[in-house]
């Protein structure tokens, strides 16, 4: 059993259950939460970067990052945890790619900075590389049996654009068109594509606790009559609904105020009742909150057990309805929301803590959630 996990008694329904550690019963009458354990234990935060970070779809950032035909746009896949160095390019036809931003020849990074470029060399020894990662040409390699092989192109990571958004994953478990299938039936009527960003309501948050107990506290909305006051006056709390998908789960927050609600098509799946907020979630650390007046999106990203970074990235699309509604002070839901997590990680590391039971009406997400978690832990 993995060392800092105290399984609760009411989890195991076998001796194989007990084996595992952290199962979690698939009946929400009958589950009990991740034990503390989870959420305190190094070797099984490393363990998440490979059996669940590295299998799922991850943010890589909207389409300006090449803003052009022959670019290059280097990066870090979450830095803290998988650390991979990838290269998004746009080739010269305009076709997007991501790449591996380690040359095949002695591992050095390829491209370091952003910008045009017509082709990707290796500044150790000059290697190059189309902008779709096929292999060109190498210097002193001209007596090099069965030379070049595939092994001598940069790896290809599949890709996946949803509006102004790119998205990729190191290698993907589940496609990620199903998931927003399910987001454009409820959001699809918004212009997405003509969103504008706004810097000055994007910032990063770091917060003081383990990446899952932030998920866990945004998947369900339990807490807000107790924990936001302001955002308990914006929606109603007894309306508030949870719908489950197979790998994310989406939050309806509905409101009296005709003001401050979407205005919805006539067949819209919700046409004809008053949606403040569309809070939709892709496992495991993507939140896409839409209001009436544009798109929040943040992105959890571990540090270490202990701390967490939230990215708050912000797209405008009726400046008009700004701060109003469930969709008003952000910043201050989540300080809100920084502190309720923050107590709970202390809570996590109680030797008289192990586990809760959920409400089946009100914690379905994290529920869900936790049934994700412990699958890909398996």
């Known amino acids: 059993m993995t060392p800092g996990f105290l399984p609760h008694e009411s989890f195991h329904n076998s001796v194989a259950d007990i084996n595992r550690g952290y199962f979690v019963h698939h009946d929400i009458h009958k589950a009990s939460t991740l034990p503390s354990g989870f959420y305190r234990d190094e070797a099984l935060f490393r363990a998440s970067a490979n059996k669940i970070f590295a299998t799922t779809w991850q943010y890589i950032g909207d389409k300006s990052l090449v803003p052009l035909e022959a ?3 280097p990066f870090t896949l979450l830095e803290h945890l998988l650390a991979e160095p990838l290269v998004l390019t746009r080739d010269q036809d305009g076709k997007l790619h991501c790449l591996s ?4 020849h002695r591992g050095h990074i390829v491209v370091l900075n952003p910008g045009r470029q017509k082709r990707l060399t290796c500044r150790y020894h000059g290697r190059c590389f189309a902008l779709d990662g096929q292999f060109r040409s190498m210097p002193a390699f001209e007596n090099v049996e069965n030379f070049p092989t595939h092994g001598d192109h940069l790896p290809r990571l599949p890709l996946t654009e ?15 068109e199903a998931f927003l299938e399910e987001m454009n039936r409820r959001i699809g009527f ?8 706004d810097s000055s309501r994007s910032k990063d948050y770091l917060v003081n606790a383990h990446w899952a107990l932030y998920c866990d506290n945004y998947l369900e909305g339990f807490h807000i009559p107790f924990v936001h006051k302001d955002l308990d006056a914006a929606i109603e709390s007894e309306t508030y609904e949870t719908v489950l998908f ?4 989406l939050q309806i927050g509905y409101t009296t105020n005709p003001g401050e609600a979407f205005s919805l098509p006539v067949d819209h799946p919700d046409a004809g009742r008053q949606v403040a907020a569309y809070y939709f979630w892709l496992f495991p650390n993507i939140m896409f909150n839409f209001y009436p007046w544009g798109l929040s999106l943040n992105i959890v990203q571990p540090i270490r057990p202990d701390r967490t970074r939230v990215m708050f ?22 300080r809100e929301d920084e502190l309720v ?13 192990t586990s809760g039971r959920f409400s089946p009406s009100k914690e379905k997400g994290v529920h869900h959630f936790h049934r994700l978690l412990s699958e890909s832990m398996q």
């Open 71 to 73: 670019y290059a746009y």
């Open 313 to 334: 990235r912000t797209w405008i699309s009726d400046p008009s309805r700004l701060d109003s509604g469930a969709g008003a002070q952000l910043d201050k839901v989540e």
């Open 341 to 353: 997590v923050e107590n709970v990680f202390r809570g996590m590391q109680s030797s008289l803590y």
């Open 190 to 197: 918004l212009p997405v594509e003509s969103f504008a960003y």
């Open 162 to 176: 949803w509006g102004p958004f790119v998205f990729t994953s190191l290698r993907p478990a589940f496609p990620l």
């Open 101 to 104: 931003n380690v040359c095949t």
């Open 246 to 249: 197979d790998h994310g789960s």
